[in-house]
């Protein structure tokens, strides 16, 4: 696997200006990539990632059956396709819709530049991933994966993850 630092923007053109600034820190342009993450349950159109929905009917039926139902709920969460109120270990809330900048980073020192600089443009939600890196992206990126947040200290001592 490989170390991955990302970030989350709004917008495609500060999405596409953090990928330059990861550029002008020395990162390759085979190292740095920006893609969309579609929001919830729009995951099954986009070229990785998988259906909320089939998570959420999982999550649904298993709580139905340690309730001593028959696997099928007809609480409102189904029918407007909102979630359950759950525990937040019980299901893991999926990444905010918008852009992300990903950077190829092995060594320690280029992740914690990769989080400063992300986190210098305006990223959101920067997080510390490890996952398939080929021809200058990130191939294996899950939108149903909470994302590992880094702490990005004030003093510059470098990000520690949570």
Known sequence: MTPIIAGRFEDKGKAEYAAEAL???GFA???????????????????????????????LGS????????????????????????PDDAVPMPRRVGFIVAARATEYARRVVAANVLQSVGAKDVE????????????????????????????GRGPTQR
Do not use: I
């Open 63 to 86: 709580l139905a059956s340690a309730q001593g139902g028959s696997g099928h709920s007809d609480s409102a969460a189904t029918e407007t396709g909102e979630w359950p109120e759950t």
């Open 128 to 155: 510390r991933a490890d996952g398939t890196w080929k021809m200058g992206k990130w191939t294996d990126f899950d939108p149903l994966q909470s994302p590992k947040l880094v702490d990005l200290p004030p003093s």
């Open 29 to 59: 342009a085979e190292e740095v990539t920006v893609f969309y993450s579609n929001p919830r349950g729009q995951h099954a159109t986009s070229r990785v990632g998988g259906e909320r929905d089939m998570v959420r009917g999982a999550y």
């Open 23 to 25: 550029r002008q820190r």
